[in-house]
């Protein structure tokens, strides 16, 4: 079955200094990775995701994610946060192929300081 | 196109009680989602359809739950006999293909509170 791993359930980063969320995932073929964001009263987003064509994926609102197969990962980065920036973060994956049921990480809520 | 909306956005009821959530997806999509999201994890995948038929059902769906999508629009998940451990936030989703990397597109949710 298919799983991700989200280490850190919470991340606090300075407005400016450079955003970095984790994701590990568990499959024995390359999969479908996303990235969604909930914005607090808010439905999930998609921020990115990988499907294949290209192992660096760029998103919305200046994020992107590096999909890395020697290392099972599909790790989050912004260069520079922001305030709006503050949010919860999940990772999620999905078979190689036809459509299967999409799960889902626990989330990484990402702080903001100013 | 005004997105996945979701009625009611909060339901607060008895244990034992029958409660009913109401998901409108986006017009013409058609993949249809629904999902349970409990404080601090990710969400859990319940069902999804296909047009109006029903492809899978996680085993998380007891027979307390059911799901339909008559005319292949708008979803209904119906919980009967409520009980504490089914206070969660329901949210539903919708895609308009087929392909396990389309986008699914969310609705804000229904928080659903068992007393």
């Known amino acids: 079955a298919q799983s991700v791993t989200q280490l850190g359930s919470h991340v606090s980063v300075s407005e400016g200094a450079l955003v970095l969320l984790r994701c590990n995932y568990s499959s024995s073929v390359p999969p479908y990775l996303f990235w969604y964001v909930q914005y607090p009263n808010q439905g999930l987003q998609l921020l990115l995701k990988y499907t294949s064509a290209a192992t660096l994926v760029k998103g919305i609102n200046g994020f992107e994610a590096e999909f890395k197969k020697s290392e099972t990962s599909f790790h989050l980065t912004k260069p520079s946060a922001h305030m709006s920036d503050a949010a919860e973060y999940f990772c999620a994956v999905t078979p190689f192929g036809g459509y299967q049921k999409v799960t889902f990480g626990t989330g990484t809520k990402l702080q903001v300081i100013p | 196109d005004t997105g996945v909306s979701q009625n009611p956005r909060h339901k607060i009821t008895k244990r034992g009680q029958n409660v009913t959530f109401r998901c409108d997806p986006i017009s013409e999509h058609n993949r249809l989602y629904w999902y349970r999201q409990t404080l601090g994890q990710g969400p859990e995948f319940l069902t999804y359809?296909?047009?109006?038929?029903?492809?899978?059902k996680s085993r998380l769906l007891s027979d307390r739950f059911s799901a339909e999508r008559p005319k292949g629009s708008f979803s209904t998940l119906e919980i009967q006999r409520t009980e504490q451990g089914d206070s969660a936030m329901y949210l539903c989703?919708?895609?308009?293909?087929?392909?396990?990397?389309?986008?699914?597109?969310f609705g804000p949710g229904t928080r659903l509170t068992v007393l």
């Open positions: 989703a919708s895609s308009e293909g087929q392909r396990g990397d389309d986008e699914q597109f």
């Open positions: 359809f296909q047009n109006e038929a029903q492809l899978e």
